[in-house]
């Protein structure tokens, strides 16, 4: 994530959206016990912590690249050709370069 972003989102007075989510009620009295206790106002404060962890860590697993390596291995065991694997990822490390250079430029990402 940028900086740019990054400091918009702790800005305190970030706009806010009404959400009605439906949750158990013994959930909500769990929530209710422990935010004080992790040092938060109250639960709604505690559930969007929750959300916008969840939140960051698969925007990040999602939009980072992939780990090759976990890949290749996965290729070979069902079969791939090795000559189809290694122009593959030769095909991938030429886009993710591409990409890199496009988003530092401040080009749009595909």
Sequence with gaps: MRISELRKRVRKD?????????????VVDDLKRIAPRLGFSGYQPLIRAYVGQGLRRDIERLE????????????????????????????????????SRRTRAGGARP
């Excluded at 970030?14 to 013994?26: A, G, K, Q």
């Excluded at 090759?68 to 030429?94: A, F, P, Y």
């Design 64 to 99: 980072s690249p992939p780990d090759m390596q976990r890949v290749v291995t996965s290729l070979r065991r069902h079969g791939v050709n090795e000559k189809v694997i290694q122009s593959t990822v030769v095909d991938l490390q030429q886009n993710l370069t591409t990409r």
């Design 14 to 26: 970030r706009p806010m959206t009404s959400v009605t989510l439906r949750i158990p009620d013994d």
